[in-house]
Nanobody
Framework: QVQLIESGGGLVQAGGSLRLSCAAS????????MGWFRQAPGKERDIVAA???????YYADAVKGRFTISRDNAKHTVFLQMNSLKPEDTAVYYC?????????????????WGQGTQVTVSS
């Protein structure tokens, strides 16, 4: 059974930082692309960042220069370091994994999902 378990969400003031983690189990994701998505109330789920098996990265324009995605294949874990947080970053953040190695921007192209972790940024 494949599981992706996120942690690290919480409440932070604007300008602060949080680090999200996603622990994977049930299959090998070392050759898979992994991504972070977020969904704010009343909005669609959008990609935030993604990383290939070879650690090539993709970032949404809204988070470039503030967020950093990384992975530790030995620990089956993906991270999202979020700095200079803004109130508009408030959302539920989801970890996702593809069976394939390439980064994709659409949630429909991801095969496995975590349960989500809430990030709230106060002004």
């Amino acid at each position: 059974q494949v599981q992706l378990i996120e942690s690290g969400g919480g409440l932070v003031q604007a300008g602060g930082s949080l680090r999200l983690s996603c622990a994977a189990s049930g299959r090998t994701f070392s050759n898979s692309a992994m991504g972070w998505f977020r969904q704010a109330p009343g909005k669609e789920r959008d990609i935030v960042a993604a990383i290939t098996w070879s650690t090539r990265t993709y970032y949404a324009d809204a988070v470039k220069g503030r967020f950093t995605i990384s992975r530790d294949n030995a620990k089956h874990t993906v991270f999202l370091q979020m700095n200079s947080l803004k109130p508009e970053d408030t959302a539920v953040y989801y970890c996702a994994a593809r069976r394939g190695p390439s980064v994709r921007g659409s949630q429909s192209e991801y095969d496995y999902w975590g349960q989500g972790t809430q990030v709230t940024v106060s002004s």
